[in-house]
Every structure is written in structure tokens, then in C-alpha cells.
């Protein structure tokens, strides 16, 4: 694992987009697996900056969404799909039939999984993965306890969870109990993963990672130190307990 260590939100953002713009420059039909979430929001500033400033374009590129929640529509102000058409798509030249996210609405889940299983293999992988992580160490909407050999899976999310996305919600009940997402087979399958992390609440979670490199299932973000090429872009205050440690150490 390869740390960056940014300064603040701000500078995270403006070096993950770095890194996924030059990404897009070395390849231009390449696939990127794509997180929501706030931690993302500051790199897709960045990225659509970069693309009003530069034109590096996004024509060729395919994107994939690691996952939605079961049973909002996709034009429901909360579903990724929103998110990912407000905060990224509508502002690039990324062709809207070349992005896709799975379909939480869809009649028979099980199918949809697969579905988007096999689409992803059809793209023939994900290059680059940007991944946020939940406070109790959830990747994806893979929680603590979930199985480390699963691909896309509907997921139950716990309430700790609920608790936190409920912001972006009237109230904790409105936020759905369950999510499709991309299993952590599916996320150790790509090529390289980009993690980022922001702020105190992430603290513990970065410190548990770094300080632990034993794989247990109980927090899904060991399951990165299965993976040879991951890097963590994280700011000083998502660091501030791993970095507290090592001084103690
Ligand atoms: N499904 C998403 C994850 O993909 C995201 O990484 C996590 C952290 O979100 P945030 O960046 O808002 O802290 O929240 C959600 O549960």
C-alpha cells in the first residue's frame, strides 16, 4: 500500500483527480470504477474543472459504479444514479451509454447482479477503482461480516451505516435497509485501487488499516492488503491516529 498524505480536503481532491486525470491521458478508453459518497464530491470538482479548463476527454472512457441503494428509482434525488449524473456525468463528455451503475430498482436482484457481473467482465475489468471507506470500515456498501469471495451482491446495511448516509435523507427511515454492491472479489479484481480519506471520523478506520495488515472480515477494508496495488490518498486529519501511533510506536 502507497500512502499519499494531503493536507486537507482540498488538496486530497486535487491530487486524486491528478491521478485519475493522468490515468485518462495514458489510456483513453479505459475503465474506471467510480465511488459516491462525500469524499468523492471535491475529486469530481476537480475533474470537471480540469475538463472545463484542459479538455482532457472522457469520450472513450467507460465508468462503473460500485453501487446503489435497493428500491429508489433511478431519478430519485438520493439514488446514485443522481449523484453520479449531478455530480459528475451531466458535466463531461463521458457518452451516457458507456457509464453504468447497477439497477437497484430492478425486478429480480439476483439477475441484475449478475447482470452487471458479466458486464463488467465484458468491459474486460476495472482499471482504476476509487474507493471511499465507511467509519467501521465498509468498502463499497460491503459491510463487516460480509465474505470476502462475493462479487455483486444485494447487501443489508447495518444501521451505523444508515445512520451516517441519513444526512442525506429527511431521516434515518427513509434511507433504504438494503444496497446492491460490488463484492469485494469484485473490487480486489481491478487493477489498481485508489482510496480516499478525509477527515477525523475517518481516522480510526485509516488507522486500523495501516496499523493491521491481518485480513479479517470483520473490517472489509483489510481485504485491501490482498491487493498489490493500492494507494490511499488521505489528509492529515484522516491520518491523525495512525500518525499519533507511530510516533508512540
Ligand atoms: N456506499 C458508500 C461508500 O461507497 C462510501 O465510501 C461510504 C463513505 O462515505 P463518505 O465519503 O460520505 O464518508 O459511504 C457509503 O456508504
Same mark, same amino acid.
Given at each position: 500500500?502507497?500512502?499519499?498524505?494531503?493536507?486537507?480536503?482540498?488538496?486530497?481532491?486535487?491530487?486524486?483527480?491528478?491521478?485519475?486525470?493522468?490515468?485518462?491521458?495514458?489510456?483513453?478508453?479505459?475503465?474506471?470504477?467510480?465511488?459516491?459518497?462525500?469524499?468523492?464530491?471535491?475529486?469530481?470538482?476537480?475533474?470537471?474543472?480540469?475538463?472545463?479548463?484542459?479538455?482532457?476527454?472522457?469520450?472513450?472512457?467507460?465508468?462503473?459504479?460500485?453501487?446503489?441503494?435497493?428500491?429508489?428509482?433511478?431519478?430519485?434525488?438520493?439514488?446514485?444514479?443522481?449523484?453520479?449524473?449531478?455530480?459528475?456525468?451531466?458535466?463531461?463528455? +463521458?457518452?451516457?451509454? &458507456?457509464?453504468?451503475?447497477? =439497477?437497484?430498482? *430492478?425486478?429480480? %436482484?439476483?439477475?441484475?447482479?449478475?447482470?452487471?457481473?458479466?458486464?463488467?467482465?465484458?468491459?474486460?475489468?476495472?482499471?482504476?477503482?476509487?474507493?471511499?471507506?465507511?467509519?467501521?470500515?465498509?468498502?463499497?456498501?460491503?459491510?463487516?461480516?460480509?465474505?470476502?469471495?462475493?462479487?455483486?451482491?444485494?447487501?443489508?446495511?447495518?444501521?451505523?451505516?444508515?445512520?451516517?448516509?441519513?444526512?442525506?435523507?429527511?431521516?434515518?427511515?427513509?434511507?433504504?435497509?438494503?444496497?446492491?454492491?460490488?463484492?469485494?472479489?469484485?473490487?480486489?479484481?481491478?487493477?489498481?485501487?485508489?482510496?480516499?480519506?478525509?477527515?477525523?471520523?475517518?481516522?480510526?478506520?485509516?488507522?486500523? +488499516?495501516?496499523?493491521? &495488515?491481518?485480513?479479517?472480515? =470483520?473490517?472489509? *477494508?483489510?481485504? %485491501?492488503?490482498?491487493?498489490?496495488?493500492?494507494?490511499?490518498?488521505?489528509?492529515?486529519?484522516?491520518?491523525?491516529?495512525?500518525?499519533?501511533?507511530?510516533?508512540?510506536?
Amino acid at each position: 500500500m502507497k500512502i499519499i498524505e494531503a493536507q486537507d480536503y482540498g488538496d486530497l481532491s486535487l491530487k486524486a483527480a491528478q491521478y485519475v486525470i493522468a490515468k485518462v491521458k495514458e489510456k483513453s478508453n479505459i475503465v474506471l470504477g467510480l465511488a459516491t459518497g462525500s469524499t468523492p464530491e471535491g475529486t469530481y470538482k476537480e475533474i470537471i474543472r480540469d475538463f472545463n479548463d484542459h479538455h482532457t476527454s472522457y469520450r472513450y472512457v467507460r465508468s462503473v459504479n460500485l453501487d446503489e441503494y435497493v428500491g429508489l428509482s433511478k431519478d430519485h434525488p438520493n439514488s446514485y444514479h443522481t449523484y453520479m449524473f449531478e455530480n459528475l456525468f451531466r458535466h463531461l463528455d +463521458l457518452p451516457e451509454d &458507456q457509464r453504468f451503475l447497477p =439497477d437497484g430498482n *430492478a425486478e429480480d %436482484l439476483e439477475d441484475e447482479c449478475r447482470r452487471y457481473d458479466r458486464l463488467i467482465q465484458s468491459l474486460g475489468g476495472v482499471d482504476l477503482q476509487l474507493l471511499g471507506i465507511g467509519q467501521n470500515g465498509h468498502i463499497g456498501f460491503n459491510e463487516p461480516g460480509t465474505t470476502f469471495d462475493q462479487r455483486t451482491h444485494t447487501v443489508a446495511l447495518t444501521r451505523s451505516t444508515r445512520k451516517a448516509n441519513a444526512r442525506f435523507f429527511n431521516s434515518i427511515n427513509e434511507v433504504p435497509a438494503h444496497a446492491l454492491t460490488m463484492g469485494i472479489r469484485s473490487i480486489l479484481d481491478s487493477k489498481e485501487i485508489l482510496l480516499l480519506a478525509s477527515g477525523k471520523s475517518k481516522a480510526e478506520a485509516i488507522d486500523r +488499516l495501516l496499523r493491521n &495488515q491481518k485480513i479479517d472480515q =470483520d473490517f472489509p *477494508a483489510s481485504s %485491501l492488503h490482498k491487493h498489490s496495488n493500492v494507494i490511499i490518498i488521505a489528509d492529515r486529519d484522516a491520518l491523525s491516529i495512525a500518525d499519533d501511533n507511530e510516533r508512540r510506536a
